[in-house]
């Protein structure tokens, strides 16, 4: 079974400090580990799946196998980064394997 | 604008009736899935079909049922509704079947339950 695994439901930083939004899955295989975010009032857009390695935003996340974790990180938040995060995973193969698996989120609050 | 379209956005019905939610997919997508989101259990992925098949079934209760025609708009079916189906129910596309295509996801269908 896959299961997506974020430990805070609620993270609050100031606007300039690091923000780290922790998850951590399990899943036997070789997963592919996505972050969607949810601005208020808007639809779920992916921010970044690990196999692109990308910036987005400035958020980066590494997937760690050894610890099984993906977690996000920014350097220097920004007010508008406030939303709630959705770290995800999806197995590699048929059936049931296919779909998203999300975490319960992590609603972010940058404070001024 | 993602390009999934849900209608309606809101909808408040009774107990005991039934509900039909619409999805169009993007332009090109053959995969449609449902989600539903709540506060108490977060985003459930309820069922995935791909160019018509059901291709992966998630924690959908037998009251619900989904298809997805050939023109590829979904719809999702609830019946027999109870106070606890209050949430929010999300409809996303792809081109593929599998995860190796980005999901786009609806602005989601509010339904509560009275």
């Known amino acids: 079974a896959q299961r997506v695994t974020q430990p805070e439901k609620l993270l609050s930083v100031f606007k300039g400090a690091p923000v780290e939004l922790k998850c951590n899955y399990s899943?036997?295989?070789?997963?592919?580990l996505f972050w969607y975010v949810q601005y208020s009032r808007q639809r779920l857009q992916l921010l970044l799946r690990?196999?692109s390695r990308e910036s987005i935003k400035g958020f980066t996340a590494d997937l760690n196998k050894g610890e099984t974790s993906f977690h996000l990180k920014k350097p220097f938040a920004q007010e508008e980064d406030s939303a709630m995060y959705y770290c995800a995973l999806s197995g590699v193969g048929g059936g049931s394997n296919y779909k998203l698996t999300f975490g319960k989120g992590t609603l972010l609050t940058v404070n001024p | 604008d993602s390009g999934v379209t849900q209608t309606p956005k809101h909808l408040i019905t009774a107990t005991g009736q039934r509900v039909t939610l619409r999805c169009s997919p993007r332009s090109g997508d053959l995969s449609v899935y449902w989600y539903q989101q709540s506060l108490d259990q977060g985003l459930q992925f309820l069922i995935q079909?791909?160019?018509?098949?059901?291709?992966a079934k998630g924690n959908i209760l037998e009251r619900f049922s989904a298809q997805q025609f050939p023109d590829l708009h979904s719809e999702l079916n609830l019946s027999s509704l109870e106070l606890g189906d209050s949430a929010l129910y999300f409809c996303a596309s792809s081109v593929g079947p599998d995860s190796g295509n980005t999901i786009y996801f609806g602005e989601g269908s509010w339904l509560t339950v009275v």
């Open positions: 079909y791909y160019n018509g098949e059901e291709r």
């Open positions: 690990h196999i």
């Open positions: 899943y036997s295989g070789s997963p592919e």
